[in-house]
């Protein structure tokens, strides 16, 4: 049976504590994160401290023979009881509650209500404030309806308390279940309690870092699954349409039958033995409509290429991230989750320095051997293509999206970053040459980060980092 605060338990508490505070006296309070007190005590020069812990749900005593220092910046609680001499300690008659009885009419009541465990402090009789303030109907409870008080039990009849181990879940009792593994037997509640308490406190953390730590990666696991059905659809829904190539095939075909100012037009598909309706600009002539159904073409062959890659980095990602999950479960103990980390996207590399702007990711090299990396292995074809002119710096690439062109502002905004990141960043104006990457290439003698473009464009810009 899992261990309860019962009357029984909280009264041999109070037993305890009588004997243990004999001549005791408060030195510290304090409240540590809003849901752990601690009473410091000095007892003829010994310190004894009492911890209570409500941090899981749960409420669990804690003893020890030494004090726990109060960090800077946490102010003391119950300030009017601190240097004040523990005159009692009892029990009430038929309830989870015990009493510390301080001198000067000063009293803390520790009101043993499982997770509504609270301690309020009252002097003469009144309400002052309480441990727990979130549980607001404490305040309203009288010290007068605490009147029947027991005295310390001095019959001397021991209790043989055990802690045991069972199913992976600390427990208490005074009789031992079949099957667990028993971890401490002690006839001193007080030490049973707190062997108890530490590592029932230790499972509740593992547990509940655990479940965060499992969150995070179903959390993962879920968004590679959408993007590999979300790419999976975008590929099917390109093979299923028209080809943009076999669209400007058939308006070359038809050239004579294409008014120019036309926006759509229907002609016979000769690859599917049916009629078709073309949308067309109407500010372009029959051959300049052909020509941007070619370049649509290319950049939908671009967008198969980018949705198979997506595809295979996070199939690789989710075995990685199901390897992960599989681990997390099976672990048992705090120090081996701490060694274990949720792995992360390898959705794009962390080779390089990273930035985003209007949406669009840019990447920059971090030296000469960096920039052939990058370039040459992690940047596609059609991505765009960025280094200051006449002065030796970064490489840096901005990855293409779809079909779309890439805008004029985050043209801009990288070649800011190529300029700051070159040997020309103290320049007031820097010309950053900018060119799709299929047109920068290496040659047999280059060092490491040289490179022949071609096709280049030039833009005149401030280094900028920020």
Same mark, same amino acid.
């Given at each position: ?105 000063? *009293? ?65 009792? *005074? ?14 509640? %007080? ?44 590929? @099917? ?17 038809? %050239?004579?039958?294409?008014? @120019? ?119 596609? @074809?059609?991505? %765009? ?13 901005? @990855? ?34 900018? *060119? ?21 464009? *030039? ?8």
């Amino acid at each position: 049976m899992e261990f309860k605060y019962s009357v029984q338990c909280v009264h041999a508490i109070s037993d305890a504590l009588q004997v243990v505070l004999d001549q005791a006296i408060l030195t510290d309070a304090f409240v540590f994160g809003h849901s752990e007190l601690y009473l410091n005590f000095s007892i003829q020069g010994e310190a004894f401290c009492i911890q209570l812990n409500c941090n899981y749900r749960a409420a669990f005593f804690l003893f020890f023979e030494k004090e726990t220092q109060r960090m800077p910046g946490i102010k003391p609680v119950f300030q009017e009881l601190i240097g004040k001499k523990v005159n009692a300690v009892q029990s009430v008659e038929n309830e989870r509650i015990f009493i510390l009885n301080f001198s000067n009419e000063n *009293t803390l009541v520790f009101k043993c209500f499982g997770p509504l465990l609270n301690v309020l402090y009252f002097q003469n009789e009144q309400f002052v404030s309480m441990f727990r303030n979130q549980i607001k109907q404490d305040a309203n409870l009288k010290i007068e309806s605490f009147s029947k008080l027991n005295s310390a039990n001095s019959s001397g009849n021991s209790i043989l308390y055990k802690v045991f181990e069972l199913n992976n879940l600390f427990e208490i009792d *005074t009789v031992q279940a079949p099957s667990s593994i028993l971890k401490l037997s002690t006839v001193d509640i %007080l030490e049973a309690l707190t062997f108890y308490g530490i590592n029932a406190i230790k499972k509740l953390k593992l547990d509940e870092l655990k479940q965060h730590q499992l969150k995070s990666i179903k959390a993962k696991l879920e968004k590679c699954k959408r993007v590999i059905s979300n790419n999976q659809k975008k590929i @099917k829904i390109i093979e299923e349409s028209v080809p943009y190539e076999e669209i400007g095939h058939l308006i070359m075909s038809n %050239l004579h039958n294409i008014e @120019k100012g036309s926006s759509a037009v229907k002609l016979f598909d000769f690859y599917r033995n049916q009629e078709i309706e073309i949308a067309l600009n109407a500010k372009l002539n029959a051959v300049d409509n052909a020509s941007a159904y070619y370049r649509k073409s290319k950049n939908r062959k671009l967008e198969i290429q980018n949705a198979q890659e997506l595809i295979q980095k996070n199939t690789i990602e989710i075995k990685h991230l199901e390897k992960a999950l599989l681990e997390t479960e099976q672990i048992q103990q705090l120090k081996q989750l701490k060694k274990t980390s949720v792995p992360e996207s390898n959705s794009k590399p962390s080779l390089f320095k990273e930035f985003e702007f209007d949406n669009y990711s840019i990447w920059v090299g971090r030296n000469s051997k960096n920039n052939d990396v990058l370039t040459f292995q992690h940047a596609n @074809k059609e991505d %765009l293509w960025l280094h200051a002119k006449g002065v030796s710096g970064s490489h840096v690439i901005i @990855k293409r999206k779809g079909s779309s062109g890439i805008p004029e502002p985050v043209i801009h905004r990288a070649a800011e970053l190529a300029a700051y990141f070159s040997k020309a960043k103290s320049s007031s104006m820097v010309l950053v040459m900018f *060119t799709e990457r299929k047109f920068v290439r290496k040659f047999k003698s280059a060092l490491p980060g040289q490179v022949i473009v071609e096709k280049e464009k *030039t833009i005149l810009v401030a280094p900028k980092l920020n």
